[in-house]
C-alpha cells in the first residue's frame, strides 16, 4: 500500500507560479512511475504529467507543455511539479497518482495504482 500526500497548492495570481509536492510512503518509492493529474469543477480528472521510475522520462499534456516541469527525487520519496505562467484554465484540484512500473513513465495517463487526496489550485484573472 502507498499513501501519497501532496501540498504546495493555494491561490495565485494569472502569470504566477507555484509548485506542488507529493510525498509518498513505503521503501519502493523508485519502482514507481508517478504522474500528476487534475480535476476542475464539474469537468473529468485530466492528465498533466508524468515521470518514470528513475525520472529519466518526462511526458506532458499539451496544455502545460513548455510552462510546467514534472522532477522526482527518490532519496525524498517525492515528486514535484513546478507550474508557471499559469492561467485560470488551470485552475483545478491536482492529485498525485502512482503506478507499480518501470517500464515508460506515460503509462500512469492510462492507469495507476494510488493517488493522493490533492491539492487545490486557484488562479485569479
Known amino acids: 500500500q502507498v499513501q501519497l500526500v501532496e501540498s504546495g497548492g493555494g491561490l495565485v495570481q494569472a502569470g504566477g507560479s507555484l509548485r506542488l509536492s507529493c510525498v509518498a510512503s513505503?521503501?519502493?518509492?523508485?519502482?514507481?512511475?508517478m504522474g500528476w493529474f487534475r480535476q476542475a469543477t464539474g469537468k473529468e480528472g485530466e492528465f498533466v504529467a508524468a515521470?518514470?521510475?528513475?525520472?529519466?522520462?518526462?511526458y506532458y499534456a499539451d496544455s502545460v507543455k513548455g510552462r510546467f516541469t514534472i522532477s522526482r527525487d527518490n532519496a525524498k520519496n517525492t515528486v514535484y511539479l513546478e507550474m508557471n505562467s499559469l492561467n485560470p484554465e488551470d485552475a483545478a484540484l491536482y492529485y498525485c497518482?502512482?503506478?507499480?512500473?518501470?517500464?515508460?513513465?506515460?503509462?500512469?495517463?492510462?492507469?495507476?495504482?494510488?493517488r493522493g487526496q490533492g491539492t487545490q489550485v486557484t488562479v485569479s484573472s
Open positions: 497518482v502512482a503506478k507499480s512500473w518501470r517500464g515508460t513513465g506515460y503509462a500512469v495517463a492510462y492507469g495507476y495504482d494510488y
Open positions: 513505503g521503501r519502493t518509492f523508485s519502482s514507481y512511475a
Open positions: 515521470i518514470g521510475w528513475n525520472g529519466g522520462d518526462t
